[in-house]
């Protein structure tokens, strides 16, 4: 009994790890597609045509993501915002975008 608990929790140990490798090729992804807007502008069409082939499916699915066309519409606001995914995720620009928001509630 003991080695089938230590062999599901080695399993899903592994399926984490998996999981977060595929979510650094989304935000890989992503930050490519910015950087494309931003040189040729067309970003948010990249990242479209990314996230609906089915390699972008693929990736977007063993990163936990639903691969649906709502997820695809977010990925092109997000680039069409232009904000790369290291400073979106730091706590600097949460703290940023929540005190606009608080600004224009008042």
Request: glycine share 8%; aromatic share 6%; charged share 30%.
């Amino acid at each position: 009994m003991k080695d089938f608990v230590d062999g599901t929790a080695f399993n899903n140990e592994q399926g984490n790890r998996a999981r977060k490798l595929f979510a650094a090729v989304v935000l890989a992804a992503l930050d490519d597609a910015i950087a494309d807007d931003k040189k040729y502008g067309n970003g948010p069409e990249q990242i479209a045509r990314w996230a609906r082939s089915r390699d972008g499916r693929e990736v977007l699915t063993c990163a936990g993501i639903d691969p649906n066309e709502r997820v695809v519409k977010g990925l092109m606001e997000f680039v069409s915002k232009g904000i790369r995914t290291s400073v979106a995720l730091s706590r600097e620009e949460s703290e940023r975008r929540n005190a606009a928001q608080h600004a224009e509630a008042a």
